[in-house]
């Protein structure tokens, strides 16, 4: 069972950037899909970018293609989400995810994994 905690959230003017990262702990991490989600108050949590397993293949929400960027470390263990070009729109709790997979592709649902979230405010 993997273990996941986020971290390098914060407040960050608009246009700006951030990276948020994600360290696994407790699982086999090569056998993991992973990936982040966000959710913004008053609405439902959003699926944002996911790499497969190996690394080859990533998906991204079309509201962060262009500006956002999921890649994972093995060496380290973690997983990470470079924002660049924010928006006061992608002010949320952004959280890091994992799914067991037996086949490499990059899931956009049925992950089991969460960890507790980071805060991500843009200022306008």
């Known amino acids: 069972q993997v273990q996941l905690v986020e971290s390098g959230g914060g407040l960050v003017q608009a246009g700006g950037s951030l990276r948020l990262s994600c360290a696994a702990s407790?699982?086999?991490?090569?056998?993991?899909?992973m990936s982040w989600f966000r959710q913004a108050p008053g609405k439902e949590r959003a699926f944002v970018a996911a790499?497969?397993?190996?690394?080859?293949?990533?998906d991204y929400a079309d509201f962060v293609k262009g500006r956002f960027t999921i890649s994972r470390d093995y060496a380290k263990k973690m997983v990470y989400l470079q924002m660049n070009s924010l928006k006061p729109e992608d002010t949320a709790v952004y959280y890091c995810?994992?799914?067991?997979?037996?086949?490499?592709?990059?899931?956009?649902?049925?992950?089991?994994?969460w960890g507790q979230g980071t805060q991500v405010t843009v200022s306008s």
């Open positions: 995810a994992a799914k067991m997979t037996s086949t490499d592709y990059a899931p956009n649902y049925g992950f089991n994994y």
């Open positions: 790499v497969s397993r190996t690394g080859g293949y990533t």
């Open positions: 407790g699982g086999t991490f090569s056998m993991y899909a």
